[in-house]
């Protein structure tokens, strides 16, 4: 039976918003299309003047696409250095590529330097990706339209041109704004609470508890990655610019309370539903509040408007307490919600007292063995491994096809684009073939439908590339998918549309990103385990930092570690997804390792804004997060050196900090305990990272 929310329009809008945070995949697919209509009319009209044909120069169409979505620089005037040099550098490709192209021998010999570059530069950062992609792109396509050496000074006009376009796009018609990207994102994570609230109320007729336990994962993950997608935003905005009245520190301090209050309902939730089923009256209760509480998300005036008594009120609007504890933790946690929603900046808690001491900055440096041993730089065995599956990609493509060997090349190049692992190699592959196959079976289809329109094939490109580049962060699959359908309808537009064209498209693929991996798991392989543990050595070594900063830094500082950790925990998740997201026979081991550290984090969350507001000098809990960062550390250390201890057990410590707050005197010890609570999940938290992570190294080496 379909949910009552999944008829609810306001549900589907509210997953659009969501999906979205600060409209960046729009923005890709809008600069995507706008660079490729702008720069056919711009050559199309200067073509006109010059008396030239444009077939020859929709190389440089494509610049005006590649170059609008291939910037991905975090700052805008860097973004415009990378498009400046982008433009000198795509000339040289187009122009050495119509040199060669006369040569199979040459242009092969050539290509394969262009792809060995193009992998390499990846060691410069994001100006080096986006630098290295357009130029292999451009090259590629100037050998894909047959760009001739004769007309080769207005190829290379319509390049300048393809870049000037690309530059107006990105820069002036679809260009980021910070402060309205913060509030666009804000409201997205807003949104993401909004559905968690729905998610929840799912949750309760789930029976199963490790798929429930996995619903509440995935909702919480979603909340984080909106959150986390707010931070992002409110790096490049402007610090003293008001956003929904907050300066930037109050705005993100209010991020973290209301994200930490909603990780705490969905922990509340879970212990609730462990202690067994609800009572038809509390489960009605609590199905009201969730649909009282999205409502507020979605729309605080509206909400405002409408009072409501807490959940778990008598009739007469007083409170009722359960006597239940994990009800009372989620009364607690769903009352706090329901006060954020509606909290002003002049509400925003006084800053705790710190110290005024300069506190060191604390570095997070992995042990040197963890990683690969070998001293190539991982860019450069990365470009040696595309530059060798390249050329088998030639010999086996050229095989296969004379005139098409250049898609097996493209296909083998793609997936060592931007993937670092083994395992990331293979999904790209496998995500490489099947958006071939299917996108092909799609484009036979449009192809039929609007031949001979040539009004609606014009626009079903634009459509295909939009959606190509507006889904690219879903998933590179649907890319793919949406750029093979384009390319089957403009054959059609050209003239030489034909079913067995594509097919051997769907040939080409399989031969390239089959090189391609063969070679990924023979030559140099890095292996997806060991991606794994740099990042959880370094998550862990992230949790280190902040228990030895919570109690120096001041509050500012410390959400900014809160957001560190974060991130690292997300590299976690990144690394492990060839080992996690499998669709069949998913690696336990390794869930549990990312679930242990997930836990962790979220203990370490919780414990973030307890200590923000201890007094000063609090020597009891500062030796307590020194002693748990020394077994965070112990516990990195061990992912690279074999037969590392367990870390001890805090029990003793903690003990005696219990027994002496029981000793304090009433007001002294105020929001000790809530810390030490906190402090005793994340000592039980590390072990069983250290658990989890004896049996992962145990699975890697058997693997």
């Not at 290295?132 to 001739?148: K, N, Q, R, T, V």
């Not at 390239?512 to 959880?536: D, E, F, S, Y």
């Not at 492990?576 to 690696?587: E, G, H, M």
Request: with cysteine.
């Amino acid at each position: 039976m379909m949910p009552a929310h999944a008829r609810d329009p306001s549900y589907w809008w509210d997953r659009f918003i969501a999906s979205d945070p600060a409209l960046v995949r729009l923005k890709m697919g809008l600069r995507a299309m706008l660079g490729l209509s702008l720069g056919l009319a711009a050559i199309a009209g200067l073509g006109t003047l010059l008396h030239q044909s444009i077939s020859v120069a929709l190389v440089g169409v494509m610049m005006g696409m590649m170059g609008a979505i291939n910037v991905q620089d975090p700052h805008p005037r860097e973004q415009r250095v990378t498009l400046l040099w982008a433009i000198p550098i795509s000339i040289a490709a187009v122009g050495v590529a119509a040199l060669s192209a006369p040569s199979l021998v040459v242009s092969a010999i050539v290509f394969l330097g262009v792809i060995f570059l193009a992998i390499a530069a990846q060691r410069f950062g994001p100006r080096g990706v986006g630098l290295g992609m357009i130029g292999f792109m451009l090259f590629f396509l100037s050998l894909f339209f047959h760009a001739p050496v004769a007309q080769l000074p207005w190829v290379l006009a319509s390049v300048a041109v393809g870049g000037c376009v690309a530059y107006a796009v990105r820069f002036w018609l679809v260009r980021d704004r910070p402060e309205a990207s913060v509030r666009r994102a804000f409201a997205s994570f807003r949104r993401s609470l909004a559905l968690l609230m729905v998610d929840i109320g799912e949750v309760l007729d789930v029976p199963d508890e490790q798929r429930r336990l996995a619903l509440l994962r995935r909702a919480a993950r979603q909340v984080n990655e909106a959150a986390l997608a707010v931070e992002k935003e409110i790096e490049n905005a402007d610090p003293e610019k008001l956003i929904h009245g907050f300066r930037q520190a109050e705005l993100r301090e209010y991020l973290l309370e209301l994200e930490l209050t909603a990780e705490r309902i969905v922990f509340g939730i879970y212990r609730v539903l462990e202690a067994g089923p609800l009572s038809p009256e509390k489960r009605q209760s609590l199905v009201a509040e969730l649909s009282v509480l999205r409502r507020q998300l979605r729309d605080t005036g509206a909400a405002r408007a409408q009072p409501v008594p807490p959940w778990g009120a008598n009739s007469d609007g007083s409170a009722a307490a359960s006597t239940e504890p994990a009800f009372t933790a989620l009364e607690g946690s769903l009352s706090y919600l329901r006060e954020l929603i509606f909290r002003t900046p002049s509400q925003s808690r006084a800053a705790a007292p710190v110290s005024t001491e300069a506190a060191p900055v604390l570095e997070l440096e992995a042990p040197a063995s963890v990683g690969s041993a070998a001293p190539l730089h991982p860019s450069t065995r990365q470009a040696i491994q595309a530059t060798v599956a390249g050329a088998l990609a030639i010999l086996a493509g050229h095989a296969v096809s004379s005139t098409r060997w250049f898609w097996a090349v493209i296909a083998s190049f793609v997936i060592f684009n931007r993937a670092t692992t083994r395992g990331d190699i293979l999904l790209r592959a496998w995500h490489r073939i099947l958006g071939t196959v299917i996108g092909v079976l799609a484009g036979i289809f449009l192809a039929t439908v609007v031949r001979g329109h040539r009004d609606l094939e014009f626009l079903l490109i634009f459509v295909c590339v939009f959606l190509g580049f507006y889904l690219i962060q879903v998933s590179y699959a649907w890319m793919v998918f949406w750029f093979t359908a384009l390319l089957a309808v403009l054959y059609s537009l050209l003239g030489l549309y034909s079913p067995e064209l594509l097919y051997l498209r769907v040939w080409e693929t399989l031969v390239g990103a089959g090189i391609g991996a063969v070679v990924a798991v023979v030559l140099l392989p890095a292996r997806t385990g060991v991606g794994v543990k740099r990042a959880a050595t370094e998550a862990l070594l992230s949790v280190a930092s902040f228990l030895e900063a919570a109690a120096t830094l001041p509050g500012g500082e410390v959400l900014k570690r809160v957001r560190e950790m974060d991130g690292k925990l997300r590299e976690v998740r990144d690394a492990a997804r060839p080992l996690t997201d499998r669709l069949l026979l998913s690696d336990r081991q390794a869930l549990r390792l990312v679930h242990a550290l997930g836990t962790l984090a979220f203990f370490v969350k919780q414990l973030a804004p307890a200590c923000v507001r201890l007094p000063a000098g609090e020597e009891r809990i500062r030796r307590l997060e020194m002693l748990l960062a020394e077994n965070a550390r112990s516990v990195a250390a061990s992912f690279s050196v074999a037969g590392a201890p367990m870390p001890d057990a805090l029990d003793a410590a903690l003990q005696s900090v219990r027994e002496s707050l029981a000793q304090a005197r009433e007001g002294e010890a105020r929001g000790l305990p809530r810390v030490l609570h906190w402090l005793e999940r994340i000592d039980a938290a590390l072990l069983e990272v250290y658990a989890s992570r004896g049996v992962f190294l145990a699975r890697r080496k058997l693997a």
